[in-house]
């Protein structure tokens, strides 16, 4: 299950989980669009992997199953 994280690690923009603006690596390191696609390339800082689109989540399957609500920090530089 993802935990649908709610920032971008980059720029802590909010990603609610029915954003299309979500990416997503295979660790579920999440970025916006802008970040994911601009300021990195389109790979992750932390593993190294592509991005994908995050997988909205919304209705009785958000609520049976929440989205995190801890915002995660990038301890480094995003570019």
């Keep these: 299950m993802l935990e ?12 609610p989980p029915g954003s299309t603006e979500a990416m997503i690596c295979s660790f579920e390191c999440t970025f916006c669009r802008s970040c994911a696609e601009g300021k990195l390339g389109n790979l992750c800082p932390n593993c190294g992997g592509p991005f994908s689109q995050r997988p909205a ?12 609500s801890e915002r995660t ?6 570019a």
């Design 73 to 78: 920090p990038r301890n480094k530089a995003c």
């Design 57 to 68: 989540r919304l209705g009785k399957m958000l609520e049976r199953h929440p989205a995190k």
């Design 4 to 15: 649908l994280r709610p920032n971008c690690e980059c720029c802590d923009r909010d990603l």
